[in-house]
């Protein structure tokens, strides 16, 4: 059976062809989208929930190299090849050769992404750690280049910004994992008056997907070579560019763990990027996931990534988020995976614990509550931390 390729590809002679073989291929050699696809006129669209219900099948007996952070309420397994992996690594070194060449970095992220390196730190350390490892690194090694997530730079810059540090010799600054919003861009171009900011859309499933343009920073260049990107509405239609959709993506080359036709979450919209010298097709919009940030009694910003994170790994839980109601006032919102008994996992207690601990003191109201859903916001994902505290 001849299976339809979807329109948007059908314009575009490299993006039909790679579709038509990765999915040739996997109906031929793997068992799982054999029956997916086996009825199929066309390739069904797969969301992350249907994707996690068959995720041993599609992974295929191959070993989970990476899993997701889980900011639409699933926890997807990955397999990426070496060789998956390098084409990854290909479209990085493009990157730096736009901005005009690797510098000297700090790079401050999640232990489990940072990979080798000696320029990796781990973002959990406290926030004067960073800053003076930061300072450290300049006088030292020359390191004029940061790279870390949004949520965590905006605390950064709100530090620098409150206690006069002078980061002006920071020349370029990376930005990703996370959307960068606007209300945060307020404080770090202010933090950090002399760098260029780069940010980058990427996934655990599906690394770079799309690259700022260096020539017009509102655009991100998708990696067409390696991925098909939809832009789709609510009838699964392609949306024009200036439209708002949903984001669907096939890896032309993931042939151990396939992800065809894959929902991934997020939202998007497609434009023409006006560079004129990047041949890739673009974005002019991200909407994806929020870390956000929670303030100590002290008044001091915390990154809230290590909490999160120990809520996160809890057995049970499938989507988390801690409220900061008020300076003294958490609350924690649990909801679980189906059929979790959170009574006989102990949750509750475990969840206040790893807040005190992140906390190094008990405030003095904390709870959790235990919902049956944790709604997204309208970019399609739900803020891991929210603090309603005004400073």
């Known amino acids: 059976m001849n299976l339809k390729i979807p329109a948007t590809f059908e314009q575009r002679p490299y993006a039909a062809k790679h579709f038509a073989a990765i999915v040739s291929h996997v109906r031929d050699y793997h068992p799982f989208y054999r029956r997916w696809l086996a009825d199929a006129g066309e390739v069904p669209i797969m969301d992350r929930q249907t994707f996690m219900a ?10 989970v190299t990476c899993t997701t952070s889980g ?3 699933h926890k997807v397994r990955v397999h990426q090849s070496a060789e998956r992996v390098s084409l990854h690594q290909k479209d990085g070194a493009m990157f730096a050769r736009w901005l005009g060449g690797y510098l000297p970095v700090t790079i401050l992220v999640n232990p489990s992404s940072s990979g080798e390196g000696q320029s990796n730190f781990d973002i959990r350390m406290p926030l004067d750690e960073q800053l003076q490892l930061i300072q450290r690194r300049y006088r030292e090694l020359g390191a004029v280049a940061l790279t870390t997530y949004p949520g965590n730079a905006e605390i950064l810059a709100r530090t620098i910004l409150e206690q006069g540090w002078d980061m002006s010799h920071i020349q370029r600054l ?3 994992g996370e959307s960068y919003e606007e209300h945060q861009a307020v404080y770090i171009r202010q933090a950090f008056p002399a760098a260029k900011i780069w940010t980058t859309y990427s996934s655990m499933e ?4 799309s690259l700022m343009c260096p020539h017009q920073p509102s655009f991100q260049h998708l990696m067409a070579h390696r991925l098909g990107v939809e832009i789709l509405d609510e009838n699964d239609q392609p949306c024009p560019d200036g439209v708002r959709g949903r984001v669907v993506i096939t890896d032309y080359f993931n042939r151990r763990c396939p992800f065809i036709r894959y929902d991934i979450g997020d939202f998007a919209v497609r434009g023409d990027c006006p560079c ?3 041949a890739l097709p673009a ?3 991200v909407q994806g996931r929020v870390m956000g940030s929670l303030i100590h009694r002290s008044g001091e910003y915390l990154n809230a990534f290590r909490v999160l ?3 996160r790994d809890l057995p049970g839980v499938r989507r988390y988020q ?13 909801e679980c995976e189906d059929g979790v008994d959170a009574d006989a996992l102990n949750l509750k207690a475990r969840a206040l614990l790893a807040l005190q601990d992140f906390l190094a003191y008990a405030p003095d109201e904390m709870r959790v509550d235990f919902v049956e859903e944790i709604p997204c916001g309208e970019n399609g994902k739900y803020q891991y931390s929210i603090c309603q505290v005004k400073k």
């Open 54 to 63: 068959h995720n041993d099948e599609i992974l295929n007996g191959h070993e």
């Open 71 to 73: 900011s639409s309420g």
């Open 174 to 176: 990376g930005l990703y």
């Open 206 to 209: 599906f690394g770079y997907i």
């Open 276 to 278: 004129g010298k990047i």
């Open 283 to 285: 974005l002019s919009q």
């Open 309 to 311: 994170m120990a809520i």
């Open 322 to 334: 801690v409220v900061q109601e008020a300076l003294e006032s958490f609350v924690i919102k649990i």
